[in-house]
């Protein structure tokens, strides 16, 4: 099971491999050294990091995601639900709403999202 959690670095770094991929790692190189200011062993080592824990893969020096950024971000939100929480989606809303005012925009969709929701049940 990958681990679910990215540092601020490398969830740059993964965003880069999932805006450009199927990408050559010296692309992938590159990239890093343009937009992290990276060298070329630290691409590799932590390309090698996040391919150990299934994230991506590097095979014959093409690299591509195993999970998709969508999925990722939300299994991601699904296990910081899940562990802030206890899996409750009106808590976490509750406190949202507690910090946060929601615009007429904000209600409207949110409606809609459970509207089409309901209407699958």
């Avoid at 790692?25 to 890093?32: A, P």
């Avoid at 994230?55 to 971000?73: A, H, K, M, P, W």
């Avoid at 949202?96 to 409606?111: A, F, N, V």
Wanted: glycine fraction near 4%; include cysteine.
């Amino acid at each position: 099971m990958p681990d679910w959690k990215l540092g601020p670095v490398e969830a740059r770094f993964a965003d880069i491999i999932w805006r450009n991929e199927p990408l050559h790692s010296s692309q992938l190189v590159e990239l890093s050294r343009q937009q992290l200011s990276w060298k070329k062993p630290t691409t590799y080592t932590v390309l090698r990091k996040l391919c150990q824990r299934g994230l991506f893969q590097n095979v014959d020096s093409t690299v591509t995601s195993l999970i998709s950024r969508g999925e990722f971000y939300a299994r991601q939100s699904e296990e910081f639900l899940n562990e802030v929480f206890d899996g409750s989606l009106p808590e976490l809303i509750q406190a949202i709403l507690t910090r946060k005012q929601l615009s007429r925009k904000d209600i409207r969709q949110i409606k809609q999202m459970l509207d089409s929701m309901t209407k699958t049940d």
